[in-house]
Each structure stands twice: as structure tokens, then as C-alpha cells.
């Protein structure tokens, strides 16, 4: 089957996951691929329109080995019809859990037909200098692996001549999904006087959690912990304070040191 449009859409605080994606688009090539980056509340507003002869590839970071709960609302409302669809999860070298069948799940309630799926590894969000967790990651490995990915969805989707006759692909998981989604509610953003309100980290916010009068300021409600104004600050003025992200980010340092490998399901 011939599918004209190649749309990606992806959720990606500090951008592991944008990275991931843009590997699979120059796998799948030729043509313009579409992105939607749904990362700020702005990008979330519209719904997103899918038809049959277009591609979809949908990827997000596994948040507690799930999707992430703030992008749940705007996936679900996804309006698919009988579309091809990738899903993509990215997560910090601990796990994935039901992520990715949880992806799934929603993309085949929307009218999306899952035609391949995967799992890549990204630098941990709680990642930091003192305390690494999968540095650096995708690295040139992950996104050639990515590319790879890309070549095979191509070829499998010119293999038959209709969506239609392709079997749903089977990912790992289990239902009812393992975990608990809910995110910590938590005072950990230290900023010092290297601030200069810029802006970037307000701007890069996927909640608007961060004042637009003063930076230093964070709705504590609204954060989700993602920590993109940590890693974007050009002026380095945002640090963890000390406190249960900061012995996350130590614990996680300790116990996944071993570098995970992609995953892909086709
Ligand atoms: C609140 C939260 C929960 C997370 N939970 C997991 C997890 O369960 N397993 C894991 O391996 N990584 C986990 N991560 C790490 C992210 O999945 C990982 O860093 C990902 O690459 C971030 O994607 P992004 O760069 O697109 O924001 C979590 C990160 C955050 C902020």
C-alpha cells in the first residue's frame, strides 16, 4: 500500500523521544514527514484527524512504566480511520512495563491499526551530571536502530495492498496495566541568581507550570517532574534541590548502569 502522508506525532520534554522519532522518519523516507510535537499545552488544544491512506507514528516517554497521564486525554481523542499506526515508547534505561501495550491499547481505540511498535532508550529524565542514568542516549547506535525500524515499516507496508490485510502486531505487556501513574507533587527546582528570565524553560514547559512574571516561580500542581527547564536553562541556574528526585536520580545511577538495547515489533 501506498501511504502518502507520514505523520509524527510526539510527546518529548527534553527531547530523547523527538530524537527517536526523527531516526525512524529518515528510515521511512522519501517525502516530507508531518511532526506534531504535542509537548506544550498550546499543541495539545486540537485534535488530531488521521485517515486510512496515512501513516501515524506515535511515540511518547514511558512516565511509572506508563504513558505519561497528561498526554492521555489528547491521544484518546485521536480520530482515526482505519489508519496505520506506530507506536513508539522512550524510556530512561530502568523499564518500559505496559507502556507501550498501554500506547497501543489507546492508538486501537481510536480507529489506528498498529502495524509495528517499539521501544527506545533515552537519557533519564532525573538524569544529572553528578548522577548519570543513560547519558547521551539515543546514541548514533540507538538512531541507526531507529532508521533500521523505519526501512522495515516501509517495506512492510508495501507488502500488502491494503492496511487491512495486516495482522495486528503483538507487543509486550500486561493488562490490567502494572504501576501507578501518579506523579509526585514536589518542591525539588532549586534556581539561583544565574537566572536571567529568559524565558526558555517556561517556554519549553509541557504544563505552563513555570510563571511568565518570574521563572524562579513553579506551580508545583501543575509540574510533572519532567525536568526539560533543568536540562534546557542555557545558564545552568536550575538545579534538583535535595529531596526525593535528587535520590531517585542516585538510585537509578546505582541500579541500571547496564545499557539497555532498542526493542522493535513488526
Ligand atoms: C515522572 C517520570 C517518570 C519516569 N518513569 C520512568 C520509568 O518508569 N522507566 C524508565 O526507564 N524511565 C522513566 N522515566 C525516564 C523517561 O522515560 C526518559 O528519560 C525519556 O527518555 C524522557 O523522554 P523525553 O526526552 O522525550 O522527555 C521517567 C521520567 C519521568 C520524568
Same mark, same amino acid.
Given at each position: 500500500m501506498d501511504t502518502r502522508t507520514v505523520k509524527l506525532v510526539y510527546f518529548s520534554p527534553t527531547g530523547t523521544t523527538k530524537a527517536v522519532v526523527e531516526g525512524i522518519a529518515r528510515g521511512i523516507g522519501p517525502g516530507t514527514p508531518e511532526y506534531l510535537d504535542i509537548t506544550t499545552p498550546e499543541a495539545r488544544k486540537e485534535p488530531l484527524v488521521a485517515r486510512e491512506n496515512e501513516l501515524l507514528v506515535i511515540a511518547v516517554p514511558v512516565y511509572m512504566g506508563r504513558v @505519561? #497521564?497528561?498526554?492521555h486525554g489528547w491521544l484518546n481523542a485521536i480520530q482515526a480511520q482505519n489508519t496505520p499506526a506506530v507506536c513508539v515508547v522512550v524510556y530512561g534505561n530502568r523499564t518500559y512495563e505496559d507502556a507501550l501495550l498501554e500506547l497501543q491499547d489507546i492508538i486501537v481505540r481510536c480507529g489506528g491499526v498498529p502495524i509495528a511498535g517499539g521501544a527506545w532508550i533515552g537519557e533519564h529524565s532525573f538524569s544529572c551530571p553528578e548522577t548519570p542514568t #543513560?547519558? %547521551? !542516549? @539515543?546514541d548514533t547506535d540507538d538512531l541507526r536502530h531507529a532508521e533500521e525500524f523505519g526501512r522495515k515499516i516501509r517495506e512492510k507496508l508495501q507488502s500488502v495492498p491494503s492496511v487491512r490485510e495486516l495482522p495486528e502486531v503483538q507487543v509486550p505487556g500486561e493488562r @490490567?496495566? !502494572? %504501576? +501507578?501513574?501518579t506523579l509526585w507533587t514536589i518542591d525539588f527546582i532549586s534556581v539561583d +541568581? !544565574?537566572?536571567?528570565?529568559? %524565558?526558555v524553560c517556561r517556554e519549553g514547559c509541557p504544563t505552563g507550570a513555570i510563571s511568565p512574571d518570574d521563572s524562579s516561580v513553579i506551580d508545583q500542581e501543575k509540574c510533572i517532574t519532567c525536568c526539560a527547564c533543568i536540562k534546557k536553562c542555557p545558564e545552568h541556574a536550575r538545579t534538583m534541590k535535595p529531596g526525593l528526585v535528587m535520590e531517585a536520580s542516585k538510585r537509578l545511577n546505582t541500579l541500571y548502569r547496564e545499557p539497555k538495547v532498542p526493542e522493535y515489533y513488526l
Open positions: @505519561p #497521564a497528561l498526554v #543513560a547519558a %547521551g !542516549r @539515543p @490490567p496495566y !502494572r %504501576g +501507578d501513574p +541568581d !544565574r537566572c536571567t528570565q529568559c %524565558g
